[in-house]
């Protein structure tokens, strides 16, 4: 940074004003210029430069101040004839300017001049000044030298006179010198055309050294491996400097090898000028690498010197080696030493120069091998067993024990005069050294048994004989006996059973050395067991046929352990009498007898046993037949007995067995004949005789499907499939069109008159009056002129709890009616109604067709009443009671009128019976009066050839499509009793089927009902509300020649239920407690022909018909 230069010195000749002149030397102040007067003599010189920093001195005119090394220029002495002087006094700002020879004031220091000498002298030279001093511009020579700016260069400030000045040579004011001399050269001209000419020189000189950096750190390394030094490796610095040309040497290079020790590493920069810097670090290598010891002997193992405890054991001396000179090794023992019994470890140890020590060892094993020796071993010693014992004490003199090293030892198995035993005794004598070397001798001692054992035999002993043996298993005891060694065996010749008497037992004792004493007992065996005998259980009979009253009864079972002197028996209670012998078998009279046995052994001992005999009467059979039930296929007789019940019951039909149950159900498949009962009581007495009951089905009600009072008529293909078609009028008939059946088994016609067409099959024809009696008729008796009418909306499902007169249920409704009286009622295309009540009291009832894509259902409760006054129509695919509960139209009121039940239509089912004392029941087929012989064949066909009326396919279901008789979607099927004053049918493929009581369908809830109300006025309205079925089936695929897929799917999580069946009603397959979201397979063996798989979940019910064809 430059301060301020120096004020400008003022002159005062010629009036003309000093022009202030600056250098600027590095970063100095530099004093101003003294003025220059047109008197043509130089100025006084100016003050001293004003410092902010130190810097060099410089050289200037001689009439110029000086300079002052510190803090600012002090002011310029007065000139003289040799020069100005160095100020003495300080400042920021130079001090005043030494006189100039004009007398006019100099140049001052700092920022205002000072005043100026008087002295007139100007002298020549140069003296030293600092870097940014200010001087005046005169015609002498004037040198500058100063610190250069750091580029090798130095920045000059001057400033001229008043004069006009030209520089002809060098660099401007303010530019950057080089490093060197440069030369600058100025013309002055004044105002007057004079011109004069100076010059000076710039010389910088570079004193700034290079700088090196990134000089490495101490480094200290071990040496390498087997290495007495280092490599050494290190990044070199690098040296920067103001000017170009720097150069870096090193003392050393990385990767040099280094001795072990510390090494000094110096790196110096010089520059181009000779400025030169240096720096070191200090490289130190640490011998860690321990010596290593050679040719170390392996372990050594010896034995002992013969008669000395050591030897003497020698080896080759081990030697040592090192990465550095000057290793030693020193042993802890020397070769060829005596070594002492046992093991002595040698070291080895090795140290080099830098104190590393390595050790190594080896061992010297000196084994004692040499085993001591026994000195007066006794020689064998033979004595008799002290008295009472089983041994004798021997004595002899101890033996000795002698060894090569010192601590031998001697031990004996026995010592002199100890007890030795009966026998023979081995004398061990054993010497061991401190090795363990030892040397064993021996010699034996034989002591000989000759005393006999003591014996003392049991008391005598009396005892019973065993129980069912004459003789008895004793525990006899047991001798005392006694020994001085000890008894080897006591035995004697006791029995191993002792018969019935006196036994004498001799008992023997033998010691262990074979001395033998004996001694005597007694043993008495007494009979004191009574016979065993073993009388039967208690025996039941059924009483014989035919009044005989002999029996035979088990005979007992005796048995004694010595022998059976003598038997008799007595018989009490309902039978009197007595014998001697087993077998009291013989007479007994009806009731319980007691039979008792006695029985006396060979010694008088007696025994006694008894059991009854029991006669019971047989039972007596009958059968009661019931009142049979008109409107079931089956009639029952109910079998009983007159005591000791239960009773198990056997029918039976002239000789072979009909059945085992109580109640025997008889139908159109049994036989007529004479049926007979045989039971059994509750004792197994089976009656002696049989209750019988004469059955004839032609008499039963139950055995028709179709009674007319009148008249009969079946139109052609019409099929009777169960059942039978009976007249009960003697002028009435049964008249049988084409190729119609009634041909179930056991089925029959019984009219006055039968007139059948070509092609009739009927299984048996009777003629005769239908001769039944009919069950009682019901009749509707209600009033419905006050009740409302109400108007179900379509799609609508609704619960209503009232009575109607006109009731209309449109297209696609579920209904529920709780009601029991309706007067007219109407239910459109695929609508469907359910009455809840048993007993349903009804005018009119009409059931359109069902929808293209369900059917139209009627449901009822079980057991329902149907009781209709004038007429009751049904179209096609509807099913009236799909639930197959015991359902009767009862068509009838108390006028003297005509009801009509009319069926017509195509896939429609009816499962009721139908009661009408005064109308006509008739049932109209899809094809109504068609009577040729294109008839369907119920085989698939394309829809050319399609004789479905004259291929103009009146009814939309044919679907050319092959299938089984029972489930043409032609047919109409009435399943139940139908009674009538006039029965007709016709049309092709009315098939008609009795209604089976024994196994009815349960009772099954409609879908989920939303909307219910209690109506009592026309004008009330119910809402329309959307079914609200959760559960949902699928079937893949539908018809099917195999098996059925149904997919379950529903939200709500109860078992679902599935009941299948046929086409009639008959069930053919079923399912319980199915997973809510299951799938599964039925059907596998189902026949051609339509089923109906009805599922329940909860009070939820769907019905889906399947379709099964040929494959």
Request: a negative charge; charged letters at 10%; glycine letters at 12%.
């Amino acid at each position: 940074m430059l301060a301020a230069g120096g004020g400008t010195g003022l002159g005062t000749c010629n009036s003309q004003q000093a022009k202030p002149g600056l250098a600027t030397l590095g970063g100095s102040g530099n004093g101003g210029l003294g003025g220059n007067f047109n008197c043509g003599i130089n100025n006084g010189g100016g003050g001293g430069a004003g410092w902010l920093s130190n810097g060099a001195g410089t050289t200037v005119n001689p009439n110029m101040g000086g300079k002052s090394p510190l803090n600012g220029g002090n002011a310029g002495l007065a000139g003289a004839a040799a020069g100005g002087y160095i100020g003495t006094a300080g400042g920021f700002g130079g001090g005043a300017g030494g006189g100039g020879n004009c007398g006019g004031p100099g140049g001052g220091g700092g920022y205002t001049g000072g005043n100026g000498g008087d002295n007139t002298l100007c002298g020549a030279g140069t003296q030293p000044v600092s870097g940014g001093t200010s001087y005046n511009l005169g015609t002498n020579q004037v040198n500058i030298t100063g610190l250069n700016d750091g580029h090798g260069q130095v920045i000059i400030s001057y400033q001229g006179s008043s004069a006009t000045v030209t520089q002809t040579a060098g660099l401007p004011s303010g530019s950057l010198f080089p490093v060197g001399t440069t030369t600058n050269t100025f013309v002055a001209t004044d105002e007057s055309g004079n011109t004069s000419t100076c010059s000076f020189d710039v010389v910088v000189t570079d004193v700034q050294k290079p700088v090196i950096t990134n000089m490495p750190s101490n480094i200290t390394v071990s040496n390498n491996a087997s290495v007495c030094g280092a490599n050494v490796s290190w990044t070199a610095p690098t040296a920067t400097d103001n000017c170009p040309g720097v150069v870096l040497t090193s003392s050393h290079q990385s990767g040099d090898l280094f001795p072990i020790g510390n090494t000094t590493v110096t790196y110096t920069a010089t520059d181009a000028y000779g400025n030169a810097i240096s720096g070191s670090f200090t490289v130190s290598v640490n011998d860690t690498e321990k010596p290593v010891i050679n040719g170390l002997p392996a372990n050594i193992s010896v034995s002992n010197d013969a008669g000395v405890c050591g030897a003497s054991v020698s080896w080759i001396a081990a030697t040592a080696t090192d990465n550095c000179a000057g290793a030693t090794i020193a042993s802890s023992h020397v070769s060829g030493q005596q070594f002492p019994i046992g093991t002595t470890t040698v070291i080895y140890t090795a140290t080099d120069a830098a104190g590393n020590v390595t050790t190594a060892s080896f061992t010297v094993t000196v084994n004692d091998t040499e085993k001591p020796v026994i000195n007066g071993l006794p020689a064998n010693i033979s004595v008799s067993n002290d008295a009472g014992v089983c041994g004798a004490n021997v004595s002899w003199i101890a033996a000795t024990a002698a060894d090569n090293c010192a601590g031998a030892t001697i031990v004996s198995s026995h010592v002199a005069g100890q007890q030795f035993p009966v026998g023979t005794t081995t004398v061990t004598y054993t010497a061991t050294d401190a090795a363990g070397n030892s040397t064993s001798a021996t010699f034996t001692v034989t002591v000989n048994d000759t005393e006999k054992p003591t014996i003392m035999a049991p008391a005598a002993i009396q005892v019973s004989n065993d129980a069912g043996l004459c003789t008895a298993i004793i525990s006899i005891g047991n001798a005392v006996t006694g020994d001085n060694c000890g008894v080897q065996s006591v035995g004697n010749n006791a029995p191993s059973v002792f018969p019935v008497g006196t036994t004498t037992v001799t008992w023997t004792v033998t010691d262990i050395h074979g001395n033998v004493s004996t001694a005597t007992q007694v043993v008495t065996v007494s009979d004191t067991e009574k016979p065993v005998i073993a009388c039967a259980a208690n025996q039941v009979f059924c009483a014989n046929t035919g009044g005989n009253n002999n029996y035979t009864v088990p005979v007992l079972t005796q048995s004694d352990n010595c022998g059976i002197a003598s038997t008799t028996y007595t018989v009490t209670g309902a039978t009197n009498r007595s014998g001697t012998g087993t077998n009291a078998s013989g007479a007994f009279a009806i009731g319980t007898s007691t039979v008792t046995y006695t029985v006396t052994d060979i010694h008088g001992n007696v025994s006694t046993c008894s059991f009854t005999v029991t006669i019971n009467p047989l039972p007596v059979a009958t059968v009661q037949a019931a009142s049979p039930n008109a409107f079931c296929s089956e009639f029952t007789l109910t079998g009983s007995g007159n005591q000791n019940a239960p009773f198990a019951y056997n029918w039976s039909l002239n000789g072979n067995a009909v059945a085992a149950t109580q109640v025997l159900t008889l139908g159109l498949t049994n036989p007529d004949g004479l049926y007979k009962l045989f039971i059994t009581d509750a004792n197994g007495c089976t009656s002696e005789f049989p209750a019988t009951y004469q059955y004839n089905k032609q008499n039963l009600t139950n055995s028709y499907t179709i009674l007319a009072y009148k008249e009969v008529k079946l139109g052609a293909y019409n099929e009777v499939q169960t059942g039978s078609v009976g007249v009960m009028s003697s002028r009435g008939e049964a008249e049988f069109k084409k190729y119609s059946k009634v041909n179930g088994p056991g089925s029959f016609v019984k009219s006055p008159e039968i007139d059948k067409d070509k092609g009739v099959t009927i299984l048996s024809q009777i003629n005769g009056v239908a001769t039944v009696s009919l069950p009682a008729m019901q009749y509707n008796t209600s009033v419905t002129k006050y009740l409302p009418n109400y108007t179900v909306g379509t799609n609508t499902t609704v619960t209503l709890n009232g009575n109607f007169r006109d009731l209309n249920i449109r297209k696609g409704a579920n209904v529920t009616l709780n009601g029991t009286i309706f007067g007219n009622i109407k239910v459109e295309e695929g609508a469907s109604i359910r009455f809840t009540s048993s007993v349903v009291n009804i005018e009119e009832l009409r059931v359109d067709k069902g929808s293209r894509t369900t059917m139209s259902y009627v449901r009822f409760a079980q057991a329902t009443s149907v009781r209709v006054s004038k007429n009751v129509s049904i179209g096609n695919d509807v099913i009236v009671n799909p639930d197959y509960h015991s359902v009767t139209f009862y068509m009838g009121d108390l006028k003297c009128d005509e009801e009509k039940f009319y069926v017509k239509g195509d896939d429609t089912k009816v499962i009721a019976n139908v009661y009408m004392p005064n109308g006509k029941l008739k049932v109209r087929g899809g094809n109504g009066n068609d009577h040729d012989d294109d008839r369907c064949d119920h085989r698939a066909h394309s829809s050319k050839y399609c004789k479905h009326n004259n291929n103009k396919h009146g009814h939309r279901d044919c679907d050319h499509r092959g299938h089984g008789e029972n489930d043409c979607e032609d047919n109409v099927h009435m399943i139940g009793l139908f009674i009538a004053e006039e029965v007709e049918s016709e049309g092709k493929n009315v098939i008609w089927n009795n209604f089976s009581c024994s196994a009815p369908a349960p009772t099954v809830a409609l879908t989920n009902t939303t909307t219910s109300a209690n109506l009592t006025a026309e004008t009330v309205k119910q809402p329309e509300a959307r079914e609200a079925t959760q559960l949902q089936v699928t079937v893949m695929p539908n018809p099917s020649a195999t098996v059925f897929t149904l997919k379950l799917q529903s939200k709500n999580n109860a078992p679902v239920q599935l009941r299948i069946t046929d086409a009639t009603g008959r069930a053919m397959e079923s399912r319980a407690n199915l997973g809510a979201n299951s799938t599964v397979q039925v059907g596998s063996n189902f026949i051609s022909g339509t089923y109906y798989a009805e599922f329940t979940q909860g009070n939820q019910r769907k019905v889906v018909q399947l379709i099964k064809v040929r494959r």
